[in-house]
């Protein structure tokens, strides 16, 4: 089982700017009045829409913590772009890495997880607890699609 993501390098923009935001709510481009709450809004929206989809829309870095081997074969967030370590609590409670050269990230689009390379295989040392097993993954569109986009200026 999964726990809830927490992300631990946020976005370096939104996928919808002030710009569109202001043109959807036909607010002129240089009345400023409202930039600051519609920036915050835009934030607030893409947080929304991320939250109810279980997708990331900009590129950003979570942590995700699981209770199992088997919670890898599917990834609960994405897009995936890249697993950058999974680590563990051994039998002992000690904290230990996967080597990255024994696992490999497979799937496309929302549906990815991780499984072991031919030829090798998981530890027996996982500790079974909640939260034993973290992984550290870059999630996000690269192109936002246009119906979450969308999405994105209704929330707003």
């Known amino acids: 089982m999964w726990s809830a993501p927490v992300t631990i390098v946020e976005p370096t923009s939104e996928p919808v700017s002030l710009d569109e935001a202001k ?12 930039d600051t709450l519609i920036a915050g809004l835009i934030v607030a929206a893409r947080q929304q829409v991320e ?4 997708t990331r829309l900009v590129e950003q870095t979570v942590r995700l913590e699981a209770s199992e081997i088997g919670d890898l074969a599917r990834l609960p967030i994405g897009p995936v772009t890249s697993v950058s370590g999974i ?12 080597a990255g050269t024994d696992w490999e990230v497979y799937g496309t689009g929302l549906e990815r997880g991780i499984r072991t390379k031919v030829g090798k295989g998981w530890p027996n040392s996982v500790r ?3 939260g034993a ?24």
């Not at 043109?23 to 409202?34: G, L, N, Q, Y």
């Not at 939250?51 to 279980?54: D, F, H, L, Q, S």
């Open 23 to 34: 043109e959807f709510v036909s607010i002129e481009a240089d009345e400023t009045e409202f």
């Open 133 to 156: 097993i973290r992984v550290t993954e870059t999630v996000g569109y690269e192109t936002l699609p246009k119906p979450l986009w969308t999405a994105m200026l209704l929330v707003v």
């Open 51 to 54: 939250a109810v989809t279980g």
């Open 87 to 98: 680590v563990f609590d051994d039998l002992f409670g000690a904290e230990q890495s996967f």
């Open 128 to 130: 079974n607890a909640v």
